[in-house]
């Protein structure tokens, strides 16, 4: 079956370092990859995707390249600040014919940010 | 359109007890999922409904589950005679055919505890 496995936490960082949050998969088919991000008492939230291998997704300076050859997807930003404090979650789902597109989360990586 | 709601957003009950919670998907997305996350843990997938149909249910869904989406719109999730183990964040989500069901937009979840 499919599974993801990511870089347990907490992780916590000044202000302006530079994050990597390690993500890898098992998948059966095809998967596309994504990173959610769960604010402080809000709902999921897509952050970036990446559908195909080598694809590289990309939002609010954050980047993550889908890497087949390492089934890897981790999550990088150059410069961290305090709003990006949550929890982030690396997920696929399948996405070949006839595919439910229903999403495998990892457990989640908490990340602190101080100022 | 506001997105995913959900409601309510909390509930306590008493073990033994029925609920009843309603998730309201972005309009016009076909696709709706329920998934439940407990505490440290990613969001596990229990069903989902392409409009009113229900496709697939996980092993996770027992027999107090039942999950409806009378005509394609709104879906409830029922639990019946509660038990402590069910004390979980319960998700919706929904996704459109126009983007390829790759992207799923989550709601704020709704909070269940059983005491």
């Known amino acids: 079956g499919n599974s993801v496995t990511q870089m347990e936490g907490p992780v916590t960082l000044s202000e302006e370092a530079f994050l990597t949050i390690n993500c890898t998969y098992t998948?059966?088919?095809?998967?596309?990859l994504f990173w959610y991000v769960q604010y402080p008492g809000e709902g999921l939230q897509l952050l970036l995707k990446a559908t195909k291998a080598d694809d590289k997704g990309s939002n609010k300076g954050f980047e993550a390249t889908y890497r087949k050859e390492t089934t890897s997807f981790h999550l990088e930003k150059g410069s961290v600040q305090v709003s990006d404090s949550a929890v982030y979650f690396c997920?696929?789902?399948?996405?070949?014919?006839?595919?439910?597109?229903?999403?495998?989360f990892g457990k989640g990586t908490l990340l602190t940010v101080n100022p | 359109d506001t997105g995913v709601s959900q409601d309510p957003r909390h509930k306590i009950t008493k073990r033994g007890q029925n609920v009843t919670f309603r998730c309201d998907p972005i309009?016009?997305?076909?696709?709706l999922y329920w998934y439940r996350q407990t505490l440290g843990q990613g969001p596990e997938f229990l069903t989902y409904f392409q409009n009113e149909a229900q496709l697939e249910k996980s092993r996770l869904l027992s027999d107090r589950f039942s999950a409806e989406r009378p005509k394609g719109s709104f879906s409830t999730l029922e639990i019946q005679r509660t038990e402590q183990g069910d004390s979980a964040m319960y998700l919706c989500?929904?996704?459109?055919?126009?983007?390829?069901?790759?992207?799923?937009?989550f709601g704020q979840g709704t909070r269940l505890t059983v005491v």
């Open positions: 989500a929904s996704s459109s055919y126009q983007t390829g069901y790759t992207e799923a937009f």
């Open positions: 998948a059966t088919g095809y998967p596309s």
């Open positions: 997920a696929l789902s399948e996405t070949s014919g006839g595919s439910n597109y229903k999403l495998t």
């Open positions: 309009s016009e997305h076909n696709r």
